[in-house]
């Protein structure tokens, strides 16, 4: 078994207004291990992060990184991690390898060594041939390829990755979880991961923590998570007699559906319910026919396995709605702490 590289107890972050970013929180991360924080938009992921890398004073608990106190050994902490934050943060008028370069001279590193992991991580992320070409002229793909590269000069012990392909095109987004996969593969780095995508934690990740509100809801393996449902989804929109649909309705149906033996739960679900049931394939055309009695209309009718965000909805009583960042020019270059 692994020893644990991050250790956190009781994290609580407060702001001066009274508003509560962080609620007592406490989880750890094994050595070699890809973790993730999976929610939405004002979770609490990214200010988890930046306590963890030194950016932000907790108002309380305790933080071990690698065996060292947050507390005591803020400079030695900085030395061991790399940190992608979410917006791009590279020079556009530097090339790719002028960025590492300048990154890696940051770290106190030159020669030899700074070249020899400077074309070693272009051959990585895939910018080998645009090694040499200005960074205003990449795509956004491949500037986030780039950024990923440059905190990895110095081999960190731990990668701090804050929501890395937000923004990202479905086909960019799935390159990036390549080369993050390749990198905790052979390079043997923990990566620490949020992000608000359900594929990306569920494809990623070890384990994972499901936060909302500043609170871990629930922690586990993907597949451990996802067997806590124990049953098939099958999420219903419906309308009454004339077509409409309010609460009353929803109302009616969950009425209707507590008649029917064999559901698990019954859950409120946008403009609908989902419930979970044993054998879902068998148990459409009963709910069918239950509904078509209470003369229900059923608009849809979805059946899948159980997902992560079954299990946020099961924990939170509602679904992880995800909410693109609008895209920004690169800002300049900067020293990672």
């Given at each position: 078994m692994a020893s644990e590289i991050i250790e956190v107890?009781?994290?609580?972050?407060?702001?001066?207004?009274?508003?509560k970013a962080v609620q007592d929180i406490s989880f750890s991360v094994r050595?070699?291990?890809?973790?993730?924080?999976?929610?939405?938009?004002?979770?609490?992921?990214?200010?988890?992060?930046?306590?963890?890398?030194?950016?932000?004073?907790?108002?309380?608990?305790?933080?071990?990184?690698?065996?060292?106190?947050?507390?005591?050994?803020?400079?030695?902490?900085?030395?061991?991690?790399?940190?992608q934050s979410q917006?791009?943060?590279?020079?556009?008028?530097?090339?790719?390898?002028?960025?590492?370069?300048?990154?890696?001279?940051?770290?106190?590193?030159?020669?030899?060594?700074?070249?020899?992991?400077?074309?070693?991580?272009?051959?990585?992320?895939?910018?080998?041939?645009?090694?040499?070409?200005?960074?205003?002229?990449?795509?956004?793909?491949?500037?986030?390829?780039l950024d990923l590269a440059t905190t990895l000069v110095?081999?960190?012990?731990i990668l701090f990755l804050d929501e890395p392909t937000t923004g990202l095109d479905p086909q960019s987004r799935a390159v990036v979880w390549d080369y993050l996969d390749e990198l905790n593969s052979k390079e043997h780095i923990t990566i620490f991961l949020t992000t608000q995508y359900?594929?990306?934690?569920?494809?990623?990740?070890?384990?994972?923590?499901?936060?909302?509100?500043?609170?871990?809801?629930?922690?586990g393996s993907p597949s451990e998570l996802k067997q806590e449902i124990g049953a098939d989804a099958i999420t219903i929109t419906m309308r009454d007699a004339e077509g409409k649909y309010d609460?009353?309705?929803?109302?009616?149906?969950?009425?209707?559906?507590?008649?029917?033996?064999?559901?698990?739960?019954?859950?409120d679900s946008d403009d609908g319910v989902t419930l979970y049931v044993k054998n879902g394939g068998m148990f459409v055309p009963e709910l069918v026919r239950a509904f078509d009695k209470s003369n229900?209309?059923?608009?849809?009718?979805?059946?899948s396995s159980p997902s992560l965000d079954d299990v946020f909805l099961k924990h939170t009583g509602k679904r992880i709605r995800v909410e693109e960042v609008a895209k920004q020019a690169p800002s300049g270059m900067f020293g990672r702490r």
């Open positions: 107890k009781d994290l609580v972050l407060t702001y001066a207004d009274g508003t050595e070699g291990e890809f973790f993730g924080f999976l929610g939405p938009n004002g979770a609490g992921k990214s200010t988890t992060i930046k306590i963890l890398t030194t950016l932000l004073q907790k108002t309380s608990g305790s933080v071990k990184i690698a065996g060292l106190d947050l507390d005591k050994d803020e400079s030695e902490i900085r030395k061991i991690i790399g940190v917006d791009t943060s590279v020079d556009p008028d530097l090339t790719g390898r002028e960025n590492m370069i300048l990154e890696g001279n940051l770290q106190q590193m030159s020669g030899k060594e700074l070249k020899e992991r400077v074309d070693y991580l272009l051959d990585v992320v895939g910018l080998k041939d645009a090694a040499d070409k200005r960074a205003n002229r990449y795509s956004g793909g491949m500037r986030k390829r110095h081999k960190p012990k359900l594929e990306e934690a569920d494809r990623l990740c070890e384990r994972l923590c499901i936060v909302d509100g500043g609170k871990i809801v629930a922690q609460q009353n309705v929803k109302q009616s149906a969950k009425q209707v559906l507590q008649t029917i033996p064999g559901i698990v739960d019954i859950l229900i209309k059923l608009v849809s009718i979805n059946l």
